[in-house]
């Protein structure tokens, strides 16, 4: 069993920079593909970037490429979403995930989901 718990999200005006932590529970978060979602008002839930257990095959969505980067410490069972040059269409609930399968994390279908984190850009 893992659970997840993000932080980090607020108001931050376009342009501007949040960084997005998800502390995991559990001995064996190292095992684990770890991934970022969001959903926005009306809109379905959206992968945004995912991270092997090692750290590396990182994956981003078209949208995010060049202005988040996913990162993760496995000694403090944390994985971070820092994101810079925020744009009003990125305000939406951000969702850290966690599954053992890199595939099962990139098709939005992960075991394991916590409770998001707002994220607003204002103009």
């Known amino acids: 069993q893992v659970q997840l718990v993000e932080s980090g999200g607020g108001v931050v005006q376009a342009g501007g920079s949040l960084r997005l932590s998800c502390a995991a529970s559990?001995?064996?978060?190292?095992?684990?593909?770890m991934g970022w979602f969001r959903q926005a008002p009306g809109k379905e839930r959206e992968f945004v970037a995912a991270?092997?257990?090692?750290?590396?095959?990182?994956r981003y969505a078209e949208f995010v490429k060049g202005r988040f980067t996913i990162s993760r410490d496995n000694a403090k069972n944390t994985v971070y979403l820092q994101m810079n040059s925020l744009k009003p269409e990125d305000t939406a609930v951000y969702y850290c995930?966690?599954?053992?399968?890199?595939?099962?994390?990139?098709?939005?279908?992960?075991?394991?989901w916590g409770q998001g984190t707002q994220v607003t850009v204002s103009l």
């Open positions: 991270i092997s257990w090692s750290g590396g095959g990182l």
């Open positions: 995930a966690a599954d053992l399968g890199v595939s099962t994390v990139m098709r939005g279908t992960p075991d394991y």
């Open positions: 559990g001995r064996t978060f190292s095992s684990y593909t």
